[in-house]
């Protein structure tokens, strides 16, 4: 036997890299492949013990899990001539069959309107599936104070009383406006909902490229691991790129993790973002959550036409993020943004991606006016906008959305925020 990985044998050519992926995952790396070579790594794997557990062929790309004593994940892109091999010891294995559950309930997509008192960003997509539990994207910032509190009410609203069944909690990445009111529904309402498991993909904050993310975020991303090693009753699934997989009625392709940037810098850790494709009821919905330049690389030329959908969820809140491009790929007739309207406002004129999504959509909503519910198939003039609960005194508090304000200028927006929503402060 000549080098192995992960407990397998290799073919004969050195790997370009090795990389750390994150709580003992490991990856290798080999370029200039034929899928040729690729057949033989598999055999390989195969004649190591390793069971083939999951195969998935998209776009001229070839995904292949394995089960040995860890999950093994190979695949290869025509396209890229690479090969990546995959070692993973601490996921859970992902659902490969579409799951025969009632359908009771209207599937519907929710962009959740987070509060944006005191930050701009934030982002929460909701769906309920056709058994009334939901599939969760992300969640809000540190600053939407209360949104832990309103996303556990909303999802007890769509369950009639009912204890709520969040059958998956996914994560594009670990930014704080991302992650921390999930830490903190965790951490204040776990009694109040049943999460069955997560999904996400984030580097380890030990990256090469660390020294370039700030340090709430790195504090962030420790607390999650941390929060999720001392929750083991909920089910923890890594995912890599073409892993296809199914939650309930809804099925699901993951497009691109940050290892498929490697080798190129995630130092702008939004090129972190996994990024997701969900098939529900014939329609089709792309979650690139912050996917930046660097992601865009992998998932246009990967992709091309595949790309294809009826909903896009427009990257990085509209901010600098995927490219024109890929929303001309997309060529969505709904697009969402995450995202208050003073930025959308402000970054229209600057970012061509943002132009295009909407000069080819139908329909495109922004959180700050409401959230908007989307059943689903999607079906144009079916959507329905709520109230807008968030407050928007857009001259009072430009300031604040553009990065410039004072502690003291916090502190009062802070203060009529609760005088706003009649929170009594002890």
């Known amino acids: 036997m000549g080098n192995t990985f992960g407990g ?58 394995y089960i040995s ?44 309107e987070v509060d944006h008192s005191l930050i701009d960003c934030g982002m929460c997509y909701i769906v309920r599936c056709c058994d009334g539990s939901f599939f969760v994207i992300d969640s809000a ?31 594009s990445h670990s930014h704080d406006d991302h992650v921390s009111k999930f830490l903190d529904v965790i951490d204040f309402h776990r009694d109040e909902i049943e999460i069955e498991a997560v999904y996400y993909n984030f580097p380890p904050v030990t990256h090469r490229d660390n020294m370039n993310w ?16 001392e929750n083991p009753d909920i089910k923890c699934i890594n995912l890599h790129a073409g892993q296809h997989f199914y939650i309930r009625n809804l099925e699901f392709v993951v497009l691109c993790t940050h290892e498929d940037v490697y080798p190129n810098s995630i130092a702008d850790y939004n090129n972190s973002s996994t990024s997701l494709m969900m098939f529900a009821e014939g329609s089709k919905v792309l979650f ?22 009826d909903i896009v969820q427009v990257s990085h809140h509209g901010h600098t993020g995927t490219s024109p491009e890929f929303y001309r790929l997309a060529d969505a007739p709904c697009a969402l943004f995450a995202v ?50 968030t407050f928007e005194d857009f001259h009072g508090i430009y300031s604040l959305w553009a990065y410039e304000y004072t502690n003291e200028r916090k502190e009062q927006l802070y203060q009529d925020f609760l005088k706003r929503k009649n929170i009594k402060t002890f």
């Open 288 to 309: 690139p959550g912050d996917s930046a330049v660097e992601s865009d690389k992998v998932i246009v030329p990967r992709w091309g036409d595949y790309l294809k959908c």
């Open 340 to 389: 208050t309207v003073i930025k959308f406002d402000e970054e229209f004129p600057r970012q061509e991606a943002n132009r295009v999504a909407v000069d080819i959509a139908k329909e495109y909503h922004i959180a700050s006016n409401g959230t908007v519910e989307i059943p689903l198939p999607y079906k144009f003039g079916q959507t329905k906008i709520y109230p807008d609960e």
């Open 141 to 171: 910032h540190m600053y939407s104070v209360n949104d832990d509190k309103r996303i556990v009410d909303f999802l007890k609203k769509l369950s009639n009383g009912k204890k709520p069944v969040v059958a998956g909690w996914f994560f």
């Open 214 to 229: 700030d340090e709430c975020n790195k504090s962030v991303t420790a607390k999650f691991e941390r929060t999720m090693h």
């Open 69 to 112: 004593d860890k999950i093994m994940h190979i695949y290869f892109c025509e396209n890229e001539q690479k090969m990546r091999i995959v070692a993973d010891p601490n996921t859970n294995l992902f659902n490969k069959e579409p799951e025969n559950c009632p359908v009771t309930h209207q599937t519907a997509l929710w962009q959740f």
């Open 8 to 65: 397998i044998e290799l073919i004969a050519k050195e790997p370009f890299g090795r990389y750390d992926c994150g709580k003992g995952c490991e990856m290798l790396l080999f370029e200039n492949c034929t899928k040729e070579e690729f057949d033989l790594q598999c055999n390989f794997a195969e004649r190591c013990g390793c069971i083939l557990y999951d195969c998935h062929e998209v776009k001229n790309c070839c995904f292949r899990t």
